[in-house]
């Protein structure tokens, strides 16, 4: 597989305006040519993948926009894509029965909040999202590799490194799912796929309003198995969003071809 550099535009990424009515994005691999010659086929194109950087969204925008890069993986008109974007404030439900009764206020202290409720398709129990955090959608298929389980084990070590290289030390908890430092909970996981297609992702609470978790019971997480925190309230400063984007991308395109190695 060729993984050799990324669409770009603007600092580093695409973004969510470019990505609609966008070329396919196609390159053969370093040091391929095509032959013209009478009687030889012409190689298909390798898929070039790409970053794209869609800033503040709303989510069910960027559902649909997801949707759309979904349709076109599956198409095969463009390559695995690693998307980064902030949502307006929002708590979204999964498909783990029994979510609703994790969201704690009411819908008139949810409207002071300025907080909507959408339920998804995604697996996982309810979660919040909002500025400051840092949510990533890679859409990627995993024909190669036909084993969710092992992709989320994988998105989950993208996570543990990248903190790792913040200055963090995380882990997995036992029998927990997501990102923690100890007793604290750092990034949530919840991903869906379709036709070997995974969408949805991780959201790593960076700058993120902690407060804004009291509203709901994270991922059903009692407060009494653990808390919420963020790399600002970790490492006692607000942490530079670019920056952690750009170290997350690094991680998971350098991981990305190791994990989509056939197995025995």
């Known amino acids: ?26 390159r053969p691999c370093a040091g391929h040519r095509a032959s013209h010659s009478a009687g030889m086929s012409t190689p298909a194109p390798v898929l070039a993948p790409a970053t794209l950087d869609w800033g503040r969204t709303r989510y069910e925008a960027a559902w649909r926009a997801q ?9 095969g008109e463009v390559g695995d894509t690693l998307v980064f ?4 404030p929002v708590y979204t439900l999964g498909l783990r ?3 609703e ?19 998804t398709n995604r697996g996982g129990d309810i979660t919040y999202h909002g500025p400051g955090q840092i949510v990533g959608y890679p859409i990627v298929s995993l024909a190669a590799r ?20 913040l200055g963090l030390s995380a882990a997995r908890r036992e029998g927990k ?3 923690w430092l100890g007793p604290r909970k ?37 407060a009494t198995d653990g808390t919420v925190t963020s790399l600002q309230a970790e490492l006692g400063r607000a942490a530079d969003l670019a920056e952690v984007k750009a170290v997350l991308a690094a991680e998971f395109w350098a991981q990305l071809p190791t994990f989509l190695e056939p197995r025995e």
């Open 97 to 99: 029965g029994g979510a």
């Open 177 to 179: 799912t997501g990102i």
């Open 85 to 88: 974007t902030e949502h307006e």
């Open 186 to 222: 750092i990034a949530a996981i919840g991903v869906a796929v379709k036709r070997w297609v995974a969408y949805h992702g991780f959201a790593l609470n960076v700058n993120a309003d902690l407060a804004h978790f009291q509203g709901i019971v994270p991922c059903g997480i009692s």
């Open 101 to 119: 009764q994790h969201l704690v206020w009411d819908p008139v202290r949810l409207a002071r909040e300025g907080i909507a409720v959408v339920k």
């Open 67 to 75: 949707d759309e890069l979904v349709a076109r993986r599956m198409a």
């Open 146 to 165: 036909k084993d969710l389980h092992a992709y989320l084990r994988f998105l989950e070590q993208v996570l543990i490194n990248s903190l790792g290289s």
């Open 1 to 26: 597989m060729c993984f050799a550099g990324f669409v770009v535009a603007k600092s580093g990424f695409a973004s969510f305006a470019e990505i609609r009515g966008r070329p396919d994005r196609t």
